[in-house]
């Protein structure tokens, strides 16, 4: 994929005490990350994404229903937050906030993101493929 999207996920640092956003590949590969966030830091925490979002999603039983699809993971820390959700087909957005971010207003804006992410992703992967079969 030649476009880079990055400056999407600028979008989610709008958000006051939003601090990182990273758009992760279900293989627990970074495919985007806000620049403040160094490569090194975006590969752990891919792959920390990729294996958390798994364990929730194999949790959805806990709920009553075997049927339950996940749709959201939110973890904890003494200094902060870490927002994780789907972002279209085998694809993640994790947002780093610190414990003064109004929850509401970053879950609502990842879900405006994702929606940008996905036409844009989409629209991607059909010039790709219009190219190689060219």
Not at 21 to 39: I, W
Not at 109 to 116: A, F, K, N, S, T
Request: contains cysteine; negative net charge; aromatic residues 8%.
């Amino acid at each position: 994929m030649s476009n880079d999207l990055s400056w999407m996920l600028d979008g989610a640092l709008e958000i006051p005490g939003a601090l990182h956003a990273v758009l992760v590949s279900a293989d627990g590969l970074p495919m985007f990350r806000t620049k403040e966030l160094d490569r090194d830091s975006a590969d752990k925490v891919a792959a920390a994404m990729s294996g958390v979002q798994s364990l929730s999603r194999s949790l959805g039983f806990f709920c009553g229903d075997t049927s339950q699809r996940w749709r959201q993971t939110l973890v904890e820390f003494d200094g902060g937050w870490i927002f994780l959700i789907s972002a279209g087909e085998s694809a993640y957005l994790a947002v780093a906030a610190s414990p003064e971010v109004d929850m509401g207003a970053i879950t609502f804006r990842m879900q405006q993101l994702v929606g940008q992410l996905g036409k844009e992703l989409k629209a991607s992967r059909r010039e790709t493929s219009a190219i190689a079969h060219d």
